[in-house]
């Protein structure tokens, strides 16, 4: 005998064969909301037509087809079985495309859903418990159950509906389904769970905070982790469900307690990191989205960035990465977007302390001037993931790393080339970084000094050209606004300061305040260099007044309620506007 997932999958194609739109044709997508159609409701048939009466008389032709319908044998006996359904089967139907009597989709249509929803669940329930070694006395509750778990997607486009959805026990319901012994039940399950609380749904947050709420309670996020690792992705069928599974973790994400509930339990991050590290021939869709998902949960919060660390996850990403050192993933592949993503899910982890010290002793810094040297693709984001393990104040051993690994020749080579905006925001903040936490005197702070005044100042002269390049920016942005701010009263200019720095910083205010902090500093600690500068800001008739400007309004935008990293910062701030008087 069939086991019972052959014969659902036979009767499941049955049932996305016979969904015809109005013309005639037919719709491959088997989740396809069902809609009204123009003319009389009356006259139109709702959902799937019913077989012929004829069918066991049309098998026995010549071909074991129906004359001209392409329907096989094995298909026609599944047929059967829908001959045996409900007389209220058609009902369902007209329910889920909206066809109640007032012709409205309003919570009395949504009761009436879900009465005939708990019924299909109760009915299949009892006759798998019955017939539990007979699946064909079953199989047609089974199809008329996975009909009606896509029918609910039609909630999507009524989300007003979702708090009464909940409160009449349907979230709960569906999410119970997730346990069912047929997987193809289940993954159906998820895709709609999935669909009900993706991102494109026009729903309010009230509504959609309801219904995530009701999931949660119904315990999804343990049945979700149940499934992914009951699927096996070898299977087409299971490996679409591990896409909905991600699906629904990524939209569950924007809340950031769940985000941080799912790095801590279930144990996604675990599978997560297993995931990423499967071999395969070219990168799937799913591996993909798995490193997308990584990337999602780390940026979401402190404490799933120290899990995923203690899971030895810096080191992990690491090996995963450094294949790219010299090769680039093809552009537009799935591969591109997973190497993408890793580089994000490492540049979270550097931020924390332990990452910094797991970046260290994985040889990370290494890795990263290796990828500066002789990679492409990866060069622009190893610049980055440089910037980040070298900034704050726990900066100071990657800072000494780089100065020993010969990475003073690769960053300084890098400087003195044009680069995009990006680029050059995160060279300069490796090197104000370096001149901030490298200990004065050392061997590494003087090799990194000698840097700047070699080649007769060379390096000056190009951080001066980008600070010129930046500060013509901001200042024609900055007198686009003393213009508007001229018309508003006192009020209105707070309401607008958000979008005043937002578009100073889009032109350049972050990079030049972070050049004038390097200049700042050359200025305090060489004369020669303190000279060159006075010499370069005279030719256009300016002072050591411009860049004490620049630094005296990073001090005055500072937090007084910041953490004691950034009152350190401001400290600094204070003694180099002291040095440039």
């Known amino acids: ?215 949660l309670e119904a315990d999804l996020l343990s049945l979700l982790y149940d499934n992914i690792a009951r699927l096996d992705e070898e299977n087409e069928s299971d490996r679409a469900g591990v896409y909905h599974v991600l699906s629904v973790l990524e939209n569950l994400s924007s809340r950031t307690t769940i985000a941080e509930t799912l790095g801590r339990d279930p144990p996604f991050l675990p599978w997560l990191l297993q995931r990423i590290q499967k071999k395969e021939r070219i990168i799937s869709q799913n591996k993909q989205y798995a490193a997308e998902i990584l990337a999602i949960l780390l940026q979401s919060s402190s404490s799933n960035r120290t899990r995923f660390i203690d899971l030895e996850g810096v080191d992990i990403l690491l090996q995963v990465l450094s294949p790219y050192r010299k090769r680039d993933p093809a552009k537009g592949t799935e591969e591109e977007e997973y190497v993408e993503n890793l580089f994000d899910s490492q540049t979270c982890c550097v931020d924390e302390p332990n990452g910094k010290t797991k970046f260290l002793e994985a040889e990370g810094i290494e890795l990263c001037l290796i990828m500066l040297r002789e990679g492409k693709m990866s060069k622009p984001r190893a610049l980055r993931l440089l910037d980040h393990a070298l900034g704050g104040p726990d900066g100071a051993a990657c800072c000494e790393k780089l100065v020993e690994a010969a990475g003073l020749k690769v960053v300084f080579n890098a400087f003195m080339k044009k680069h995009d905006n990006q680029a050059t925001e995160h060279l300069l903040g490796i090197l104000a970084s370096m001149l901030r936490s490298l200990p004065a005197n050392s061997a590494e702070r003087i090799r990194l000094l000698a840097k700047f005044v070699e080649k007769d100042y060379d390096k000056i002269d190009r951080a001066m050209k980008i600070r010129r390049e930046y500060a013509s920016k901001v200042v024609a942005v900055d007198k686009e606004i003393q213009i508007e701010r001229a018309k508003l009263s006192v009020e209105e200019r707070e309401n607008r300061a958000d979008e005043w720095l937002s578009r100073r910083l889009d032109a350049g205010l972050y990079s030049l305040q972070t050049v004038d902090v390097i200049l700042a500093w050359l200025v305090a600690e060489d004369s020669g260099a303190k000279k060159r500068i006075l010499g370069l800001l005279g030719e256009r008739d300016e002072s050591l007044d411009f860049i004490r400007a620049t630094l005296q309004d990073q001090l005055k935008s500072g937090d007084v309620t910041a953490e004691d990293s950034d009152l350190v910062y401001q400290d600094i701030l204070a003694t180099l506007v002291d040095a440039l008087r």
């Open 1 to 215: 005998m069939a086991s019972i997932d052959d014969l659902f999958k036979v009767i499941d194609a049955v049932y996305k064969a016979a969904k015809i739109t109005a013309n005639g044709d037919v719709k491959r997508n088997g989740n396809s909301r069902v809609e009204d159609a123009d003319g009389d409701e009356d006259d139109m048939e709702a959902g799937p037509a019913l077989p012929s009466d004829e069918v066991e008389e049309t098998i026995d032709d010549e071909e074991g087809r129906f004359f001209g319908g392409g329907i096989t044998s094995d298909t026609a006996d599944a047929l059967n079985f829908i001959d045996e359904r409900d007389k209220g089967d058609d009902a369902v139907w007209a329910i889920a495309a909206g066809k109640n009597k007032a012709g409205k989709i309003d919570a009395v249509w949504l009761r009436k859903l879900a009465l005939n929803f708990e019924r299909r669940i109760s009915k299949n329930s009892e006759l798998r418990a019955k017939f539990e070694d007979d699946p064909q006395k079953f199989m047609g509750s089974e199809a008329d159950l996975d009909a009606d778990i896509k029918a609910l997607s039609i909630l999507s486009d009524h989300p007003d509906l979702y708090g009464e959805f909940a409160k009449l026990g349907c979230v709960a319901s569906l999410v119970s389904l997730l346990s069912h012994e047929n997987t193809d039940i289940a993954i159906d399950s998820i895709e709609i769970i999935s669909e009900l609380t993706d991102e494109d749904v026009e729903a309010e947050q009230g509504q959609w905070d309801l219904l995530v709420d009701a999931l």
